[in-house]
Nanobody, 114 residues
Framework: QVHLVESGGGLVQAGGSLRLSCAAS????????MGWTRQAPGKQRELVAT???????DYADSVKGRFTISRGNAKNTVNLQMNSLKPEDTAVYYC????????WGQGTQVTVSS
């Protein structure tokens, strides 16, 4: 079982930046992909960015060129650098890790004011 803890959410003005971090513990050897999803009120959960164990990344079209996903210095961490934030980026952001099972973090709120 993998346990995920997110940090770094908050309130920022449009055009600003935030950095989210996610640390995995437990059966981290089973992880082959980590990433971030988000869910805004009244909307479906959206895949934001992913990174595989070999470093391949993928992004939603809505965040390409603004968000960057990367692994931290510790192999079991993943970061999401969010620049040029827009009010429509406001959502609860969830970290996930996939391998034999998919594990989810508790979520962190990101609010972008106009």
């Amino acid at each position: 079982q993998v346990h995920l803890v997110e940090s770094g959410g908050g309130l920022v003005q449009a055009g600003g930046s935030l950095r989210l971090s996610c640390a995995a513990s437990g059966s981290i050897f089973s992880i082959n992909r980590m990433g971030w999803t988000r869910q805004a009120p009244g909307k479906q959960r959206e895949l934001v960015a992913t990174i595989t164990s070999d470093g391949t990344t993928d992004y939603a079209d809505s965040v390409k060129g603004r968000f960057t996903i990367s692994r931290g210095n510790a192999k079991n961490t993943v970061n999401l650098q969010m620049n040029s934030l827009k009010p429509e980026d406001t959502a609860v952001y969830y970290c996930y890790a996939s391998g034999t099972v998919i594990s989810w973090g508790q979520g962190t709120q990101v609010t972008v004011s106009s």
